[in-house]
């Protein structure tokens, strides 16, 4: 790339959706490198073999209800490294086991090493019978930033490389919709949400590849009564919370994982390497934790239960 490139991309305004997108999972995205997210943050799944456990118990009382088909699907969105998928797998009673086909739907290569039975893919499956299941997962769903002007206006948030925001054109159609019912900014000057609509739509894909059984997510939450003034855009990088930033730094591993706004106040506007919003998604909405190792936060588990069909 030339230098007049470089400087052009370096000064490009842009929604943090698309910001998001590039810095999260383009060719030199956080969740494309070989280090994974467990080497900046702990979920469920990395701090005890219990989760794994529970999980797999759910797909065994899915698997009763399901009477116990000759092919039992269990769909681990956002796998990472594999590392639920493999943790179910092993914790399955044998005869069960048997009969589980098991996927890791994950944009980052195939570990290696990673037990042959899992199935690793770009793109979740379609006709699953069985359970899907989305740890920590919609919360990595890239989403616009609005916040309201002088004027009470809702606006897009727009942000550069270097982390530095201004105020772009207005929020309107659908996501004016959206803020309208989910998250309804009064209109006093720097109140911020976060448009959570590519959450809804997001979801509703992947449920839609469900023919039979039980769809669940966990996430941490904010309910639309008690929606954090600012947001909760905060970047977090090797365990520690740092400022906003959505860059790519070629040498050491950028993160992005959103989580809680970091006060009561107005969250920093500089520079970070890790950021990401959680605005709500569907009825309760939902919003981003502390990935942070040290965290102590409260985990709240926020389940979309697709209805488990009876069997032929």
Do not use: K
């Amino acid at each position: 790339m030339c230098r007049e490139d470089r400087e052009d991309r370096e000064d490009r305004w842009r929604g943090w959706r698309p910001a998001a997108e590039e810095a999260l999972y383009g060719p030199d995205g956080f969740y494309r490198g070989p280090a994974g997210p467990a080497a900046h943050f702990r979920t469920s799944v990395h701090a005890s073999a219990l989760f794994a456990r529970a999980v797999a118990r759910l797909l065994c009382r899915v698997d009763s209800a399901l009477g116990r088909p000759a092919r039992l699907d269990f769909v681990d969105m956002a796998a990472g490294r594999g590392e639920l998928v493999a943790g179910v797998l092993d914790a399955l009673p044998a005869d069960v086991a048997a009969r589980t086909r098991a996927y890791a739907v994950e944009i980052a290569g195939r570990p290696a090493g990673l037990d042959h039975r899992i199935e690793w893919l770009a793109r979740p499956p379609r006709g699953v019978t069985g359970l899907l299941f989305a740890n920590e997962w919609l919360d990595n769903v890239p989403v616009e930033v609005a916040e309201v002007d002088a004027d009470g206006v809702a606006r897009r948030v727009l942000v550069r490389r270097d982390g530095a925001e201004r105020l772009g054109e207005p929020v309107t159609g659908a996501e004016a919709d959206w803020l309208a019912r989910w998250w309804p900014l009064p209109a006093q000057e720097g109140l911020r949400a976060e448009i959570g609509l590519p959450r809804d739509t997001a979801w509703a894909s992947v449920v839609a590849t469900l023919d039979r059984g039980l769809a669940v997510a966990v996430d941490y939450a904010h309910t639309r009564e008690s929606r954090p003034p600012f947001g909760t855009l905060t970047g977090f990088r090797e365990g520690r919370e740092t400022a906003r930033c959505p860059t790519v730094p070629a040498t050491s591993p950028p993160t992005w994982p959103w989580t809680r706004a970091r006060r009561r106040g107005r969250p920093p506007r500089g520079c970070s390497v890790s950021a990401r919003r959680c605005a709500p998604w569907g009825s309760p909405a939902h919003a981003p934790r502390s990935r942070s190792p040290r965290a102590t936060r409260r985990h709240t588990c926020a389940p979309w239960r697709a209805p488990v069909r009876p069997p032929n």
